[in-house]
């Protein structure tokens, strides 16, 4: 069973002003990126989260990348100046992209759960 953009909107009540197209637009994308016989019990929640994850990363209406901040890289006291560390979405591996905001490092933490060997062993993608 698919996650539905109810159920997206009632579990993430920071996107329940998205419209319903729009969120049935990306739960679509994020179940093509996963595999509901593999994910087993997970699989609505992987879903949502990646959907979240996109909303997030690439569903901004001017194409900005709008991710959280990274580690900080740099700190000033003196007239307050924080840098953060946060690589171009463009150039990162896919679990580099996915920790860039906190549904995708969920939907990580869950992933390495349900595929415990596959990231002991390589890097493995969705």
Same mark, same amino acid.
């Given at each position: 069973?698919? #996650?539905?953009? =109810?159920?997206?909107?009632?579990?993430? @009540?920071?996107? #329940?002003?998205?419209?319903?197209? &729009?969120?049935? /637009?990306?739960? @679509?994308?994020? =179940?093509?990126?996963?595999?509901?016989?593999?994910?087993?019990?997970?699989?609505?929640? #992987?879903?949502?989260?990646?959907?979240?994850?996109?909303?997030?990363?690439? *569903?901004?209406?001017?194409?900005?990348?709008?991710?959280?901040?990274?580690?900080?890289?740099?700190?000033?006291?003196?007239?307050? #100046?924080?840098?953060?560390?946060?690589a171009?979405?463009?150039?990162?591996?896919?679990?580099d992209?996915?920790?860039?905001?906190?549904? *995708?490092?969920?939907?990580?933490?869950?992933?390495?759960?349900?595929?415990? &060997?596959?990231?002991?062993?390589?890097?493995?993608? /969705?």
């Amino acid at each position: 069973m698919a #996650a539905t953009a =109810l159920q997206f909107r009632t579990k993430f @009540v920071e996107f #329940a002003d998205e419209e319903v197209a &729009r969120v049935d /637009l990306f739960l @679509v994308d994020a =179940l093509r990126e996963i595999s509901p016989s593999d994910w087993g019990d997970d699989a609505d929640n #992987a879903q949502m989260l990646f959907a979240a994850h996109l909303l997030c990363t690439v *569903g901004n209406v001017d194409g900005s990348e709008a991710v959280e901040p990274g580690v900080v890289k740099k700190e000033k006291v003196g007239e307050i #100046a924080t840098e953060y560390a946060v690589a171009s979405l463009a150039q990162s591996s896919e679990e580099d992209v996915l920790k860039t905001t906190t549904y *995708g490092r969920e939907f990580l933490r869950i992933k390495r759960r349900v595929f415990p &060997r596959r990231f002991m062993t390589s890097k493995a993608g /969705l």
